[in-house]
């Protein structure tokens, strides 16, 4: 069964820093991967994902992520974050062939002003 | 274009209760997955409906069923609820075999189960 790890828990950010959020998966065969957000009062919506083809992907406002195969990894990354990013983003695998969804526990960011 | 809808968004019930939960999927979807999360964890996948058929299933007791009608909506049903359902239930919505198949998900459903 394929697991997905999510290296913080919570992290704290000023305005303009850059973000840089872990996300390592479990699972012996291809996959599909996805970064998901969950702004406060609203629900999960789809930041970016990865099937084939570049390994660094663009999504909405401003955020990337880069797959290293060789790592089973899945980092978000943003280099200059917003008050507006305050959410918690989950990190989620898909086996190639299945459309259920492996979440992480989530990363709470919290961006100051 | 409406996206996944879910009622109701709250509810309150008691140990060894009945519930019934409902999702619509976005338009143009066929697939309805239904996910548990509870408070500080990521969502759980609890099983899947397609062609009206549970299609994957996590890993969930019986007590957890569901149903996914000709309109592809879908309803959770959960029984003999124990103090741990309480949780926010996520419906998801996709199209089955698509390109890239994405799930998008609904505002979810609350339960809190005294």
């Known amino acids: 069964a394929q697991s997905v790890s999510q290296h913080n828990h919570h992290v704290i950010l000023s305005e303009a820093a850059s973000l840089e959020l872990g996300c390592n998966y479990s699972y012996g065969g291809t996959v599909n991967l996805f970064w998901y957000v969950q702004y406060p009062g609203q629900h999960l919506q789809l930041l970016l994902k990865?099937?084939?083809?570049?390994?660094l992907v663009k999504g909405i406002k401003g955020f990337e992520a880069e797959f290293i195969k060789s790592k089973f990894s899945f980092n978000l990354r943003k280099p200059s974050v917003q008050w507006s990013d305050t959410a918690e983003y989950f990190c989620a695998v898909q086996p190639s062939g299945y459309s259920t969804l492996t979440f992480g526990k989530g990363t709470m960011l919290l961006v100051s002003p | 274009d409406a996206g996944v809808t879910q009622s109701p968004t709250h509810l309150i019930k008691t140990r060894g209760q009945q519930v019934t939960l409902r999702c619509s999927p976005k338009s143009g979807h066929d697939t309805v997955s239904w996910y548990q999360q509870a408070l500080g964890q990521g969502p759980q996948f609890i099983f899947q409906?397609?062609?009206?058929?549970?299609?994957q299933r996590g890993n969930f007791p019986d007590r957890f069923s569901g149903h996914q009608f000709p309109n592809y909506s879908s309803e959770l049903n959960v029984n003999a609820l124990l103090l741990g359902d309480s949780a926010l239930y996520l419906c998801?919505?996709?199209?089955?075999?698509?390109?890239?198949?994405?799930?998008?998900f609904g505002p979810g459903t609350r339960l809190l189960v005294l």
């Open positions: 990865y099937f084939s083809g570049d390994p």
């Open positions: 409906y397609y062609e009206e058929e549970e299609r």
């Open positions: 998801a919505s996709s199209l089955a075999f698509g390109p890239q198949e994405t799930q998008y």
